[in-house]
């Protein structure tokens, strides 16, 4: 079975740094590609980025260029997302999710980890 | 970037009745390949949201097959034949073909 399995809740200050995890089982981690999405307020979703756990190549959507920096560990199975000098806009909920690239599909999700920026 | 639209915002709908929503897209999703990457997913009340279809048209495995997926180019609907009441929540459309990706602003189902 398919699971995503991320960390918990996160509250930061404004200007520090956050870094979520994602940890892949129950499918070949290095064969699938691994996204994050930004939910604000039970709103929308938006799209950061993803990276290929293989080669370690990353992908970002223009609008998080500089806010978020992906990484894996292909030793433990675990995508990372990184978000710094964080802000109110930031606060939202954080999903990785599988790309299946044959059908173009977020195929899996995490169950989400909320990050609240306050002082 | 791709805008996806999806209309009703809302829908209220009785049990065993058929549900219907549109996600119309600013640009064809028609790729070189000629498929079309055009994604459903369902988000229950908090919950992560999960995968529905893709292609338009294509179920997930474990999808019940009330659910349906049609359209081309610009113009998709997600269809509900009958609906149960596990079926509340926010759906969402995902567009593949161009980067970014970009989902539509959700439409949520109620129960009567």
């Known amino acids: 079975e398919v699971q995503l399995q991320q960390s918990g809740p996160e509250l930061e200050k404004p200007g520090a740094s956050v870094k979520i995890s994602c940890k892949a089982s129950?499918?070949?981690?290095?064969?699938?590609?691994m996204n994050w999405v930004k939910q604000s307020n039970g709103k929308s979703l938006e799209w950061i980025g993803n990276i290929d756990p293989y080669y370690g190549g990353t992908s970002y959507n223009q609008k998080f260029k500089g806010k978020a920096t992906l990484t894996v560990d292909k030793s433990s199975s675990t995508a990372y997302m990184q978000l710094k000098s964080l802000t109110s806009e930031d606060s939202a909920v954080y999903y990785c999710?599988?790309?299946?690239?044959?059908?173009?599909?977020?195929?899996?999700w995490g169950q989400g980890t909320s990050v609240t920026v306050s002082s | 970037d791709v805008v996806m639209t999806q209309t009703p915002l809302s829908l209220s709908v009785t049990i065993g009745q058929p549900a219907s929503i549109s996600c119309k897209s600013s640009q064809s999703l028609l790729y070189s390949n000629g498929k079309t990457y055009l994604n459903w997913l369902q988000q229950r009340p908090g919950q992560a949201p999960k995968h529905l279809m893709y292609?338009?048209?294509k179920l997930d495995p474990g999808i019940p097959d009330r659910f349906s997926g049609s359209g081309s180019e610009t113009d998709f609907t997600l269809k509900i034949s009958r609906v149960e009441a596990e079926d509340l929540g926010v759906y969402y459309c995902?567009?593949?073909?161009?980067?970014?990706?970009?989902f539509g602003g959700g439409t949520k189902l109620e129960i009567k």
């Open positions: 999710a599988r790309w299946d690239r044959y059908d173009v599909s977020m195929d899996y």
């Open positions: 292609q338009v048209s």
């Open positions: 995902l567009q593949g073909t161009y980067y970014p990706q970009t």
């Open positions: 129950g499918y070949s981690f290095t064969g699938y590609n």
